[in-house]
């Protein structure tokens, strides 16, 4: 079965990992209230991205059924995050790369949850979304600027808030990279900041994921 696995990641939060090797048919054999899902399938994706939207949801059903019984459809905000309607206190959220998938679902709090395939574009792109103290940190390591691109994904999505600009916004700090690890993550706004721990793992070799539940505000 594709389920990789289901962690518990504090008492009220669930993190789902989906391994993506099943045709879009079988995705949509799994997931329940599929006339709604139909309706919001978004045409026009290739035919990997079309497997990965289908599988975020069927992960998230996944996640649901571990922590609550109750029938329930996934929508999507003005700002793109996703949320069970019937359920309006729960935090959801997905991401996909590759053949991964990883849903994080929490009963009480907001959530994000990013993971990405290693790759050496994160270092390229990174003059656009890093600090310069980010960048001094990552240097060459292409592993810690593929972590800082996720960490600020991650972030963007528990804030759910459009326009937020990376490289001034969404700050980390240095940190030393080992198996699994925590950052500290800032979001500067116009009126607030937040403090964040994110915590940073490998999930599968090539791929990294990061992952937070709430905040701390400062």
Same mark, same amino acid.
């Given at each position: 079965m594709p389920l990789h696995s289901l962690s518990p990641v504090s008492p009220t939060a669930l993190l789902g990992l989906w391994r993506l090797t099943e045709p879009a048919e079988a995705l949509w054999a799994l997931l329940p209230a599929q006339a709604h899902y139909l309706g919001c399938f978004p045409q026009g994706r290739d035919e990997?991205?079309?497997?990965q939207w289908l599988a975020g949801r069927v992960l998230a059903h996944q996640l649901l059924r571990e922590l609550n019984d109750a029938p329930a459809t996934l929508h999507n905000d003005a700002?793109?995050?996703?949320?069970?309607? %019937?359920?309006?206190?729960?935090g959801v959220s997905l991401s996909h790369s590759g053949e991964w998938v990883a849903a994080l679902?929490?009963?009480? %709090?907001?959530?994000?949850?990013?993971i990405e395939m290693i790759r050496t574009k994160a270092k390229k792109l990174a003059p656009r979304v890093l600090s310069e103290a980010e960048l001094a940190d990552?240097?060459?390591?292409?592993?810690k600027y593929?972590?800082?691109?996720?960490?600020k994904e991650t972030l963007y999505k528990l804030h759910s808030r459009?326009?937020?600009v990376f490289k001034e916004q969404i700050l980390l700090n240095p940190f030393e990279?080992? %198996?699994?690890g925590v950052l500290t993550g800032h979001l500067l706004l116009e009126n607030s900041r937040s403090q964040h721990q994110i915590q940073y793992l490998y999930p599968s070799p090539g791929y990294v994921l990061t992952y937070a539940i709430g905040e701390v505000v400062s």
């Open positions: 990997l991205r079309a497997r700002n793109g995050r996703p949320f069970f309607r %019937e359920l309006p206190a729960y679902l929490s009963t009480t %709090e907001a959530v994000g949850t990013d990552a240097g060459d390591d292409a592993v593929c972590f800082y691109w996720s960490a459009r326009g937020l990279l080992r %198996e699994a």
